[in-house]
């Protein structure tokens, strides 16, 4: 059969019958494909009669490179020597495949297929794989093309570690990195403790840690597994409010309770927490703060209620099961742009002008806030307006103010949360400063700065109206954290 399906040397007669042959062999892959497409070159040349007719007719003839040709049996039936079963009941799809072809990419392939304990079977069952998530690992190993989605990746992730294709799995940790957000931070930290990716882990930490409000007031820190959620109660460096991590773990708790099939109730909420509640620093609480929450929401007994009131106002304070020191948090760090400050008589001025600078960076970090410069003559109060954009598209703004005290000194902005900031793109930064007094600025500016781990550069912006470049003017100060 084999040698007549191959066969290049048919009388003319029968040529149309193999080409509908040929098409039909590589259809799956490319079903563009026409008859024309299988022997246009051959039939373009002016003289074709004197052309190797192998040459002409040949599919393999089309497609010089071993990586097409094996593209081309990709979820190919022609030749298949096995079939997957993919997927969980209900949801399977079928694979054809080629032991060769994934033994060569693939050790575990290998081993199933060709090693001492190898079994003769044509039809394997995969219920623990996506069926997207498998084809997408077939296609890497007949084609070497990788391409990954967002809804996809972790599952694609899943089967490159258990077939042990590392090349894909760094591909995918590397696209999970670049769309890494608060919004999927706490989801992909429990990933990546799976995995056991390290880096990926650590870059999760970088956002949680940072962005920790907004983390955990994510639909996705409620899908987290129990350990993961222990793991981040555990942090010392979160940048946020306890009262914030109440409510993030109540969020969680009722979550929990419905993937139980148990009903939202405070006891049950206590129940599947278990230990994960005295992982809560209630004691770092304001007063008012634990009264308004957690001391009336009856996930506390009354006892531990009654103890933690007795901390924050008796002086014998009881003993709590509770950890009773503050998070450290983190410490803001400040990328100073200017080299020496100065003022004169008739700068610097606002008229509701705006002043403003671009920053790229080398490594991701989160801006929290400005620098600015105030009063040069005595103390005096600013209304300031702060913006953060990427390519026109507003990131952060705030609407605040600030009291300077005549001295030179910086004067710190914020915005509600950290920004996210990624490498080698530049961000825009404005103020929009109101007030009466004249201000400080800066001289001597610099277009690169080191600043600890992260260098940033400065150019100048088209959205500036009131001077300030990269020479001189305002915002000295970037406040981030890394």
Same mark, same amino acid.
């Given at each position: 059969?084999?040698?007549?399906?191959?066969?290049?040397?048919?009388?003319?007669?029968?040529?149309?019958?193999?080409?509908?042959?040929?098409? #039909?062999?590589?259809?799956?892959?490319?079903?563009?494909?026409? /008859?024309?497409?299988?022997?246009?070159?051959?039939? %373009?040349?002016?003289?074709?009669?004197?052309?190797?007719?192998?040459?002409?007719?040949?599919?393999?003839?089309?497609?010089?490179?071993?990586?097409?040709?094996?593209?081309?049996?990709?979820?190919?039936?022609?030749?298949?020597?096995?079939?997957?079963?993919?997927?969980?009941?209900?949801?399977?799809?079928?694979?054809?495949? @080629?032991?060769?072809?994934?033994?060569?990419?693939? #050790?575990?392939?290998? /081993?199933?297929?060709?090693?001492?304990?190898?079994?003769?079977?044509? +039809?394997?069952?995969?219920?623990? *794989?996506?069926?997207?998530?498998?084809?997408?690992?077939?296609?890497?190993?007949? #084609?070497?093309?990788?391409?990954?989605?967002?809804?996809? *990746?972790?599952? !694609?992730?899943?089967?490159?570690?258990?077939?042990?294709?590392?090349?894909?799995?760094?591909?995918? *940790?590397?696209?999970?990195? !670049?769309?890494?957000?608060?919004?999927?931070?706490?989801?992909?930290?429990?990933?990546?403790?799976?995995?056991?990716?390290?880096?990926?882990?650590?870059?999760?930490?970088?956002?949680?840690?940072?962005?920790?409000?907004?983390?955990?007031?994510?639909?996705?820190?409620?899908?987290?597994?129990? &350990?993961?959620?222990?793991?981040?109660?555990?942090?010392?460096?979160?940048?946020?409010?306890?009262?914030?991590?109440?409510?993030?773990?109540?969020?969680?708790?009722?979550?929990?309770?419905?993937?139980?099939?148990? !009903?939202?109730?405070?006891?049950?909420?206590?129940? +599947?927490?278990?230990? /994960?509640? =005295?992982?809560?620093?209630?004691?770092?609480?304001?007063?008012?703060?634990? /009264?308004?929450?957690?001391?009336?929401?009856?996930?506390?007994?009354?006892?531990?209620?009654?103890?933690?009131?007795?901390?924050?106002?008796?002086?014998?304070? &009881?003993?709590?099961?509770?950890?009773?020191?503050?998070?450290?948090?983190?410490?803001?760090?400040?990328? @100073?742009?200017?080299?020496?400050?100065?003022?004169?008589?008739?700068?610097?001025?606002?008229?509701?002008?705006?002043?403003?600078?671009?920053?790229?960076?080398?490594?991701?970090?989160?801006?929290?806030?400005?620098?600015?410069?105030?009063? #040069?003559?005595?103390?005096?109060?600013?209304?300031?307006?702060?913006?953060?954009?990427?390519?026109?598209? +507003?990131?952060?703004?705030?609407?605040?103010?600030?009291?300077?005290?005549?001295?030179?000194?910086?004067?710190?902005?914020?915005?509600?949360?950290?920004?996210?900031?990624?490498?080698?793109?530049? =961000?825009?930064? %404005?103020?929009?400063?109101?007030?009466?007094?004249?201000? =400080?600025?800066?001289?001597?500016?610099?277009?690169?700065?080191?600043?600890?781990?992260?260098?940033?550069?400065?150019?100048? %912006? %088209?959205?500036?109206?009131?001077?300030?470049?990269?020479?001189?003017?305002?915002?000295?100060?970037?406040?981030?954290?890394?």
């Amino acid at each position: 059969m084999a040698a007549e399906l191959f066969s290049t040397s048919l009388p003319h007669g029968e040529e149309v019958e193999v080409l509908e042959v040929k098409k #039909s062999f590589i259809q799956v892959n490319d079903p563009q494909l026409t /008859a024309e497409d299988v022997c246009g070159d051959a039939a %373009s040349q002016p003289n074709s009669n004197d052309s190797n007719p192998e040459e002409r007719d040949s599919w393999q003839a089309a497609h010089p490179t071993l990586r097409e040709r094996n593209a081309l049996m990709f979820n190919n039936e022609q030749m298949a020597d096995v079939h997957f079963i993919v997927g969980s009941p209900g949801e399977t799809q079928t694979v054809p495949a @080629h032991k060769y072809v994934l033994a060569v990419g693939s #050790s575990v392939f290998g /081993a199933m297929f060709y090693g001492d304990l190898a079994e003769g079977q044509s +039809v394997i069952h995969i219920p623990d *794989v996506e069926p997207a998530a498998f084809l997408i690992l077939l296609k890497y190993l007949y #084609s070497d093309e990788i391409e990954l989605e967002a809804d996809t *990746v972790l599952a !694609t992730l899943y089967a490159a570690k258990k077939y042990i294709v590392p090349a894909l799995a760094r591909a995918c *940790v590397a696209f999970l990195e !670049t769309s890494l957000e608060a919004k999927n931070a706490c989801v992909l930290l429990s990933q990546s403790r799976l995995f056991e990716e390290p880096e990926l882990t650590q870059h999760c930490w970088e956002v949680i840690d940072a962005q920790a409000e907004l983390a955990l007031r994510s639909e996705g820190f409620c899908e987290i597994d129990l &350990p993961t959620l222990e793991i981040i109660l555990q942090r010392e460096t979160l940048n946020t409010h306890e009262v914030v991590v109440f409510q993030a773990v109540l969020c969680w708790a009722a979550a929990e309770c419905r993937r139980q099939g148990l !009903t939202v109730t405070p006891g049950n909420q206590r129940t +599947v927490l278990g230990k /994960a509640l =005295y992982l809560i620093r209630f004691p770092s609480m304001t007063l008012q703060e634990f /009264a308004d929450g957690a001391a009336q929401s009856d996930v506390l007994t009354l006892k531990e209620a009654h103890d933690v009131f007795l901390w924050f106002t008796a002086t014998n304070k &009881p003993r709590l099961e509770f950890p009773v020191v503050n998070r450290v948090g983190l410490v803001p760090q400040r990328c @100073h742009r200017f080299q020496s400050s100065a003022y004169r008589s008739n700068q610097w001025r606002y008229r509701g002008r705006c002043d403003s600078i671009q920053f790229a960076v080398d490594r991701r970090i989160f801006v929290a806030g400005l620098g600015l410069y105030g009063s #040069s003559g005595r103390k005096a109060e600013y209304i300031v307006r702060i913006e953060l954009k990427r390519q026109g598209t +507003v990131l952060a703004q705030n609407l605040t103010k600030f009291l300077s005290d005549g001295s030179s000194s910086t004067f710190p902005v914020w915005f509600e949360h950290p920004v996210q900031v990624e490498q080698d793109t530049f =961000y825009t930064v %404005s103020g929009v400063l109101d007030g009466n007094e004249l201000s =400080y600025f800066g001289q001597e500016g610099m277009t690169e700065v080191q600043c600890g781990k992260v260098t940033f550069q400065f150019q100048c %912006s %088209s959205d500036s109206t009131n001077g300030t470049g990269v020479q001189g003017g305002q915002i000295p100060e970037l406040i981030f954290y890394c």
